[in-house]
């Protein structure tokens, strides 16, 4: 089984620093980080793919020439799913 750990994409390497995972799901869930991208704070999402069939890489989603990527949430629906996960208990206060 495939799975690529948040921590570790960091795609493109010269847009993505201070990466800090806000939750993982793992296989078959999907994360969120808060990162700076180009020097401006940023949460993100991404699909925890676990796939073991080969016609898929099994990398997750986003991702962009077979390199797994994140995409930016709106601050607007980043306040919600942080929130959301604090309700259920998913990370802490």
Known sequence: MCYVKPDLVVSPKSLVSNLKVIYDGEVNS?????????????????????SEDQRFPGIGNPQSRGLPTWFILLEEIAEVVISMLKVNKKISE
């Open 30 to 50: 999907w994360a969120l980080v808060e990162m700076e991208w180009g020097g401006a704070e940023a949460v993100r999402l991404r699909w925890n793919d676990g």
